[in-house]
């Protein structure tokens, strides 16, 4: 979070205000996405100054992030079960400048569109060989490479028959955990996307559609996975919609 007002007090830093584009992200409560009023902040913000910790740290440790965190197919004994694909792409910023060493962590529900988490209790069967979480760190090109599986559809109950989409929750990092930004990558031709709340609490139709992975057979690998690329644009005209908070739906 950054602030117009001067910093005041021991180690306090000012740094230049970031407008958010708008009509580009969702907002902090939209109607039909019931939940978010519920969290939504009711009283204007407060805007904070960052201080030397809040810009600075606390250090990740590339070290700490290994190859195999990105494939999520061979955390366990056995084989998850599904359709096993590749996702990748590329971390830019508003110039299409690429993103280098930043750490990008994904999570999601099962092929059965389960996630393993104790609040998720609908019934479809857990897979003992998917935890569904995974990271890696953007190489020089800014790029990312995951292989998991296709996430399944899920039941919830902001409204009567309500199912949300495919998709997988993207968190990425920049160099301090107050740059951190939320967002989620769906999947092209999925029926639902048209009748879900949270899809549709981007207000740009365009801006909506940058949230949508591109099969890509070139990544395809024969007889092993579908590949899907899917860029990741931090500002500017072509900016992904990220969320307002951490939500983990």
């Known amino acids: 979070m950054s602030t117009d007002e001067p910093a005041t007090g021991e180690g306090a830093v ?3 205000p970031y407008q958010r584009p708008r009509g580009v992200h969702p907002p902090a409560d939209f109607a039909p996405y019931k ?13 904070l100054p960052h201080r030397l910790t809040e810009i600075t740290g ?8 290994k190859p195999a965190d990105a494939d999520l197919t061979t955390q366990h004994a056995g084989e998850p079960q599904g359709e096993r694909i590749i996702v990748t792409g590329r971390l830019l910023d508003g110039d299409g400048r690429p993103v280098r060493r930043s750490l990008v962590e994904i999570w999601q529900t099962n092929a059965a ?3 393993l988490h104790p609040v998720d209790q609908h019934p479809a069967p857990l897979d ?3 935890t569904g979480v995974g990271r890696c760190i953007t190489d020089d090109e800014g790029r990312y490479r995951f292989v998991t599986i296709k996430p399944g559809s899920y039941p919830w109950r902001n409204h009567p028959n309500a199912w ?4 997988i929750h993207f968190s990425v990092f920049g160099r301090s955990f107050t740059q951190r ?3 989620q990558m769906y999947f092209p031709g999925d029926p639902l996307q048209p009748l879900d709340p949270v899809f549709n609490s ?39 919609p990220f969320e307002p908070d951490g939500d983990d739906r």
């Open 113 to 115: 569109g389960r996630y």
């Open 202 to 240: 981007v207000p740009d139709t365009r801006a909506r559609q940058r949230l949508v992975a591109r099969f890509d057979i070139g990544l395809t690998e024969p007889q092993w996975a579908l590949g899907y690329s899917w860029d990741i644009v931090l500002r500017g005209r072509d900016a992904t």
């Open 58 to 65: 606390p250090l990740l440790g590339e070290e700490r992030v």
């Open 14 to 16: 000012t740094l230049r």
């Open 181 to 183: 930004l939320i967002t």
């Open 128 to 130: 003992p060989n998917f």
């Open 164 to 167: 949300r989409p495919a998709h």
């Open 35 to 47: 939940s978010s009023a519920l969290r939504a902040p009711s009283q204007p913000l407060v805007l």
